[in-house]
T-cell receptor, first 116, second 114 residues
Framework: AQTVTQSQPEMSVQEAETVTLSCTYDTSENNYYLFWYKQPPSRQMILVIRQEAYKQQNATENRFSVNFQKAAKSFSLKISDSQLGDTAMYFCAFMTPQGGSEKLVFGKGTKLTVNP | DTGVSQNPRHKITKRGQNVTFRCDPISEHNRLYWYRQTLGQGPEFLTYFQNEAQLEKSRLLSDRFSAERPKGSFSTLEIQRTEQGDSAMYLC????????????FGNGTRLTVT
């Protein structure tokens, strides 16, 4: 079974600074996808960034980038120039296309607070 | 794209009562998922539909839980004889059939069983 571990229950960062959220996963699959989702307080979960395991290049979306280390099974999220609106729960998630449902397996989340 | 809609947003019920939640996915999405999220945890997969067919159910989905998607559009999740341990946020998500199409989540239904 696949598992996703987020070892930082809470983190805080000053506005405009950079923060990195950690995520490790365990799988025996070779073909899979990794995701970071953001869940703001009382709002719906939205996709932040996605990484295909077969791609060596780290994904980037504006201020969000990942450090994907396949051998170490590590998938960290870096948020640059943090903004107050980045305050949210961040969930790392894993998905394998094997088996058809493509369901996501989530970590427990990291609560990020951006301070003014 | 009106997004994934879930109703009600909140439900408070007494132990032993039945509850039903509704999810309206994005209209062109074939895939529909239900997840459960408890305090301090990430969402946990409950069940998956492709069109009207329920193709996968988690072991978390006890016999008291049933989900339907009768016409391949909206879905309902019913919990019979609710227990306090059923208190959680129930999330619905949808995606298209194309490979690695991202999941779009609804706002969820928060269930409190007293």
């Amino acid at each position: 079974a696949q598992t996703v571990t987020q070892s930082q229950p809470e983190m805080s960062v000053q506005e405009a600074e950079t923060v990195t959220l950690s995520c490790t996963y365990d799988t025996s699959e070779n073909n899979y996808y990794l995701f970071w989702y953001k869940q703001p307080p009382s709002r719906q979960m939205i996709l932040v960034i996605r990484q295909e395991a077969y791609k060596q290049q780290n994904a980037t979306e504006n201020r969000f980038s990942v450090n994907f280390q396949k051998a170490a099974k590590s998938f960290s999220l870096k948020i640059s120039d943090s903004q107050l609106g980045d305050t949210a729960m961040y969930f790392c998630a894993f998905m394998t296309p094997q088996g058809g449902s493509e369901k996501l397996v989530f970590g427990k989340g990291t609560k990020l607070t951006v301070n003014p | 794209d009106t997004g994934v809609s879930q109703n009600p947003r909140h439900k408070i019920t007494k132990r032993g009562q039945n509850v039903t939640f509704r999810c309206d996915p994005i209209s062109e999405h074939n895939r529909l998922y239900w997840y459960r999220q408890t305090l301090g945890q990430g969402p946990e997969f409950l069940t998956y539909f492709q069109n009207e067919a329920q193709l996968e159910k988690s072991r978390l989905l006890s016999d008291r839980f049933s989900a339907e998607r009768p016409k391949g559009s909206f879905s309902t999740l019913e919990i019979q004889r609710t227990e306090q341990g059923d208190s959680a946020m129930y999330l619905c998500a949808s995606s298209s059939i194309s490979s690695n199409s991202p999941l779009h989540f609804g706002n969820g239904t928060r269930l409190t069983v007293t």
